[in-house]
Each structure stands twice: as structure tokens, then as C-alpha cells.
């Protein structure tokens, strides 16, 4: 009898354990929050009532499919929203997204591109219970309908049927699916935008005053719905400075001893570049080797430059958080980096016919104004086509007013056998290759003096 009653209590004491500790779970994963899994967009509702994201909706490669394949991980992008609410108890009644720096390597222009995008792609979003999305809070709705869009009546975000309480301290994950329309052309393919994502935004939308984030920035507005911004700063709140009065040599020559004008150049070497260009006072008080982008090792030849760069916000990634150190740079991106270096010109009226909706327009303005950049015979700028070394070393020299005639040159300078005196680009070419002191003379161009080989941090 003893034992029978000893037995008794021991069961009551382990099932009242395992309560305990399945009540603990239901607290903490009532909308299936995942510890172990990394979050591909990060909400956090701060103490204050800001809000700041961190993270793209559209990480990955999106490509036409049935949905029945996007559930299978078959073209679509699937990914975990976490939410931390740092703030007081509250409900999330609305959800909207943004769609911010289009990048574009197809060649359609590029409303074409942004109506067909919205039309085309789908959201679906799911919480749960218990490490389980069960629940539908947004179906494979098409993005229009989500979309969130300064003065327009039509794109309000969505309404949430079944609203998310959210405690003082909760962290809950949604899960989420982005699905193209397996009848989408061509017009999507090789694009990349930054989505993100807005709670609450129709309470009080008329207050909101957007500011476009950095590609890979970080996105920031307060409960009310007011939109801010942390990434890219506003126009001269830092003021990055370039050496301007010495010209030092700040590209090289290849191991096979070509210099390669007509080639491409890389986002890495123009970040080398800009870096060697720096103001010695400024470059050291932006110095750092903490690299904030995945694909840039610490052990790559260009990490210190990028790093640096970024540090300084001169220099920013893409949506999906990367810096694509190899990939080629755009006449768009080398004209907003330059513009980093000057007060943007204000003047209204696009100076080329094929940048209105250009995500650097302002940028590509600014520098046309100043006589930094030109365009083609058309009237066209090609904002999105890749620049050569050549028009490289030409805008460069334009920023840091350098330039030289070929008579004004002196002997015993570097030569390459594809560099040659009757190419258009030569004297920008040797500006950029070779040290030197200089003279300027009334014409704006520069006398060289003598030509020398400094110690540069390369």
C-alpha cells in the first residue's frame, strides 16, 4: 500500500514537470519563434516605439513556377520574418512592403519592369504553433495589393483579418513565400530590389515621410508609422575628403604588364581606388579591417578598402546583404560613390533623356552638372551599363580636377604596350598611373614637374 501511494505522487510530481514544461513552450513558441533558424528580415520594435528592419523579403533567386512548385522550394523564395517587440503590448493590424533600388541588368526599362514586378509576384505569409506554420495571414496575394507608396490612395498596404498580439518582450516568426506567376516574360529576369516591410503603416499614413534606404541599409520608422532612415546618410551629414593636391598614382598595371583601359572595372578596384584617394586625416579616422558584408573575406586583397569604404557610408551592398567585391560597376553606381565627395546640385530638369526613374538619379544629375560625367550622342546617360577603366580613370580625374596635355608630360613615365598616345583616353590614363608634382597653369591643366615613386598604401 505504501508503495503504491510513493508511486502515486511520483506520477503526479512528473506529469506537473512535463506541464510546466510544455505551458513554458506554448508561451515562448506561440507563433512558432525558431531558435536555431536565422531570420532573413529582422523587425525590431524598440523601447521607444521606433521600429528598425534589418534584411530583405527578396533574398535568392525568384524565377516563373507554379505554386504547387513554390511550396517545394521550386523557384520561390522562402524565408522567416522575426519580430521582437522591445515596446508596450500591442496588436499588428497592418503589413505593407516597399520596393527600393531596382537594379536592372536585362535591359527593359524600368517601369515595365516595376508594374510587371508587382502584378507578377506574390506573397504569402503564415504563422503557427508549436515550431509549426499552420496559419494563412496573407495568401499569395500579389504584391500591388501589399504595396505600400507615398501619395497614392491605392497602395495602403494589407489588412490583416486575424491581427498579431504581440506582449512586451515577445519574439514571433512568420514564415513567408514569395511566388512569381509561372506566366511572367523576360522583363523579370536578372533583377534585384530591396523589399521592406512596414507594421501598422495605415494608421497613420498621412504622417508618413518616406526616405529611401541604401541598398542593404537599414530601414527605420517609429510605431506611429513615420518612416526614417539608418544607412545611407543624408546628403552631407558626413563629409568624406579626397587628396586633391597631390597627385599620386592610384591605379596599377596587371602581373602580364597591360593596364587594360578598355577593360572592365570591378566594384572591389574601385573601392581600392577611392580608398588610396582618401584624405590621410579622414581615411584614418574611418580605418577599420570589421568587414559588415558575407562575401568580402577577410583575406581578400581589397577587404581593408571595402571596409573602410563602408565604414564611411561612401560605399553601401545589395539587398541581399552582399557587396559583389568581383562584379562589375555601373556608370550609375560610380556616379553616386563620386557624389559622396560634394554637395549634390540641386538644379531641377534630368540631363539625360533615360534617368527620370533611375534609383540614381539625383546622383547621375549632380555629377552632370559638375561636368563629371557624360553621356552618349543620343542624349542617353546608360545608367546601368558597365564602365570601362578608361571612363573610369576619367570621371576620377574630373572629381579631383586633373588633367594634363600630352605635351606637358614628361619622360620616363610607366608605359604599358596597350596604352598608346593616340587612344582618346591616354592622358587620363597617365594622370592616374604615374606620381608627380605639378604646376597649374591658366588654363586649368597642369605642368608636370618631376615624376616620383612614393610609398602608397596600396
Not at 512528473?14 to 508561451?27: E, F, N, Q, R, V
Request: hydrophobic share 35%; glycine share 6%; net charge negative.
Amino acid at each position: 500500500m505504501k508503495n503504491k501511494v510513493l508511486r502515486t505522487l511520483l506520477q503526479i510530481l512528473i506529469l506537473a514537470a512535463l506541464g510546466g514544461i510544455l505551458t513554458s513552450l506554448l508561451i515562448q513558441y506561440t507563433f512558432a519563434t525558431n531558435i536555431d533558424k536565422e531570420a532573413n528580415v529582422i523587425i525590431t520594435i524598440n523601447s521607444d516605439g521606433s521600429i528598425t528592419q534589418e534584411g530583405s523579403l527578396f533574398r535568392g533567386q525568384l524565377y516563373p513556377a507554379t505554386v504547387e512548385d513554390a511550396e517545394k522550394g521550386i523557384g520561390g523564395i522562402h524565408g522567416i520574418i522575426r519580430v521582437n517587440n522591445q515596446f508596450k503590448s500591442m496588436s499588428i493590424e497592418n503589413i505593407a512592403i516597399g520596393l527600393k533600388d531596382f537594379i536592372i541588368r536585362n535591359g527593359y526599362p524600368e517601369q515595365n519592369v516595376y508594374n510587371s514586378f508587382i502584378r507578377n509576384v506574390n506573397l504569402k505569409v503564415e504563422k503557427g504553433f508549436l515550431l509549426v506554420f499552420n496559419k494563412t495571414i496573407i495568401d499569395y496575394t500579389r504584391l500591388e495589393d501589399i504595396l505600400y507608396e507615398k501619395d497614392n490612395e491605392e497602395h495602403r498596404g494589407y489588412v490583416l483579418k486575424d491581427k498579431l498580439s504581440l506582449a512586451r518582450g515577445d519574439r514571433v516568426d512568420l514564415k513567408y513565400t514569395l511566388h512569381m506567376a509561372a506566366e511572367t516574360g523576360d522583363e523579370l529576369e536578372a533583377i534585384t530590389v530591396s523589399m521592406p516591410i512596414y507594421l501598422n503603416l495605415a494608421e497613420n499614413i498621412s504622417e508618413v515621410e518616406e526616405k529611401d534606404p541604401a541598398p542593404g541599409g537599414k530601414v527605420a520608422y517609429n510605431a506611429a508609422g513615420i518612416l526614417g532612415l539608418q544607412g545611407e546618410p543624408e546628403e552631407n551629414e558626413f563629409n568624406p575628403a579626397l587628396n586633391k593636391e597631390d597627385h599620386i598614382q592610384y591605379i596599377q598595371g596587371y602581373p602580364d604588364n597591360t593596364v587594360r583601359p578598355e577593360g572592365l572595372i570591378t566594384r572591389e578596384e574601385a573601392a581600392a581606388v577611392f580608398y588610396r584617394l582618401l584624405d590621410d586625416d579622414y581615411r584614418q579616422s574611418i580605418l577599420t579591417t570589421k568587414q559588415k558584408f558575407p562575401d568580402v573575406k577577410s583575406s581578400r586583397w581589397s577587404a581593408k578598402h571595402i571596409s573602410t569604404l563602408a565604414n564611411g557610408n561612401i560605399v553601401s551592398g545589395y539587398p541581399d546583404g552582399n557587396f559583389r567585391p568581383g562584379g562589375h560597376i555601373t556608370r550609375a553606381e560610380l556616379a553616386t560613390i563620386s557624389s559622396k565627395f560634394d554637395k549634390l546640385s540641386t538644379d531641377s530638369g534630368d540631363s539625360f533623356a533615360d534617368i527620370s526613374s533611375h534609383w540614381a538619379n539625383k546622383y547621375i544629375n549632380s555629377a552632370a552638372k559638375k561636368g563629371w560625367v557624360k553621356g552618349y550622342p543620343d542624349g542617353t546617360f546608360r545608367p546601368d551599363q558597365y564602365i570601362t577603366r578608361a571612363e573610369f580613370v576619367t570621371l576620377v580625374n574630373s572629381v579631383l580636377a586633373r588633367r594634363v596635355k600630352k605635351e606637358n608630360i614628361l619622360p620616363g613615365i610607366r608605359e604599358f604596350p596597350d596604352l598608346s598616345p593616340n587612344m582618346w583616353h591616354y592622358e587620363n590614363m597617365v594622370e592616374a598611373i604615374n606620381s608627380h608634382t605639378y604646376i597649374r597653369l591658366e588654363d586649368s591643366y597642369e605642368e608636370w614637374i618631376e615624376i616620383y615613386y612614393p610609398q602608397l598604401d596600396m
